[in-house]
């Protein structure tokens, strides 16, 4: 069953609460953004290593890169900014496109 589309006050909601985080989304690099997107898709440091064929101490080093860079606490925040980020987004970027195939 899909999942009922976020509302728009709901997303304005969130890019409300995470504005300065989205700001910040620009700051990273082409292959941290695809970190971004895949831990806002929920993926573990394991799957993203296997994703985009690197290894998990470099996943780990792009999200420490990512945490600083949005100032954020959390990977669970870098992927609620993903979330939202993906919402306002999702009809003119598609991050999918920027990530290699397995």
């Known amino acids: 069953m899909a999942e009922p589309a976020a509302e728009p006050a709901d997303v304005t909601a969130a890019a409300a609460r995470w504005g300065p985080e989205l700001d910040r989304v620009g700051l990273l690099s ?12 929920g993926y573990s440091n394991r799957g993203i290593a296997s994703r985009l064929r690197v290894t998990e101490r470099t996943v780990k080093a792009h999200v420490a890169g990512i945490l600083a860079k949005l100032d954020v606490e959390s990977r669970l ?3 609620l900014v993903a979330q939202v980020y993906q919402l306002m987004y999702q009809g003119t970027v598609s991050h999918s496109d920027a990530l290699p195939e397995n």
């Open 30 to 41: 082409e292959r941290e953004k695809q970190v971004f997107s895949l831990l806002g898709a």
């Open 77 to 79: 925040q870098v992927g």
